[in-house]
Nanobody, 119 residues
Framework: QVQLVESGGGLVQAEDSLTLSCVIS????????MGWFRQAPGKEREFVAA?????DYADFVRGRFTIARDVVQNTVYLYMHSLKPEDTAVYYC???????????????WGQGTQVTVSS
């Protein structure tokens, strides 16, 4: 059984930093594409970052967020810096068999962790 469990969300102020973690069981982060998505209230879920043999970021986080994976701990991280109020959303960890940046490309999802950035 595949499980993805996110943690690390919280309430922070603008320009603060936050690190999200996603612990995975049932598959290896070294053999799957690992991604982070987010969904703000009233909006569709959107791509944030993905990592496999290549790494991609959404334009609105490039230079501020970094995705990393630890194959020993089977954990994926999202390091977030210079946070803005518009980064407020539920952040989801996801895994895919093939590389992609669309929600529909991903096969497994975590339950999400809330990030709230105050101005």
């Amino acid at each position: 059984q595949v499980q993805l469990v996110e943690s690390g969300g919280g309430l922070v102020q603008a320009e603060d930093s936050l690190t999200l973690s996603c612990v995975i069981s049932g598959l290896s982060v070294g053999t799957y594409v690992m991604g982070w998505f987010r969904q703000a209230p009233g909006k569709e879920r959107e791509f944030v970052a993905a990592k496999a043999s290549r790494t991609d970021y959404a334009d609105f986080v490039r230079g501020r967020f970094t995705i990393a994976r630890d194959v020993v701990q089977n954990t994926v991280y999202l390091y977030m810096h210079s946070l803005k109020p518009e980064d407020t959303a539920v952040y989801y960890c996801a895994a895919a068999r093939r590389y992609g940046v669309r929600v529909s490309d991903y096969d497994y999802w975590g339950q999400g962790t809330q990030v709230t950035v105050s101005s």
